[in-house]
């Protein structure tokens, strides 16, 4: 079964930074759009930051010039590289890929989540 696991998220004091990574169990042949969503408490899943097939990239406002996202695709691996993180930050990020993985084939994946706590 192809997944998606996401790693990286912990506890960072404001100001710092975390990497988070999504890595595919399989191997990834197409890529419509991969992009991080985050959900905090109490509140809807926003998207984060987002990549298209030809690279360009899309940032939420509340994270443009802090956050950056990439794709490593000889390790079929999607990053999100956050800086200067705030208290709002603090939510479970989840990645996402619209595309195609082997085995199973084109479909929108989802990771399982990782945490991510930004403390005063």
């Known amino acids: 079964q192809v997944q998606l696991v996401e790693s990286g998220g912990g506890l960072v004091q404001a100001g710092g930074s975390l990497r988070l990574s999504c890595a595919a169990s399989?191997?990834?042949?197409?890529?419509?759009?991969m992009g991080w969503y985050r959900q905090a408490l109490g509140k809807q899943r926003e998207l984060v930051a987002g990549i298209t097939r030809d690279r360009s990239t899309n940032y939420a406002d509340s994270v443009k010039g802090r956050f950056t996202i990439t794709i490593d695709n000889a390790k079929n691996t999607m990053y999100l590289q956050m800086n200067s993180l705030k208290l709002e930050d603090t939510a479970v990020y989840y990645c996402?890929?619209?595309?195609?993985?082997?085995?199973?084939?084109?479909?929108?994946?989802w990771g399982q989540g990782t945490q991510v706590t930004v403390s005063s």
């Open positions: 996402n890929l619209d595309g195609g993985v082997r085995p199973r084939g084109l479909g929108n994946y």
């Open positions: 399989g191997t990834i042949f197409k890529i419509n759009a």
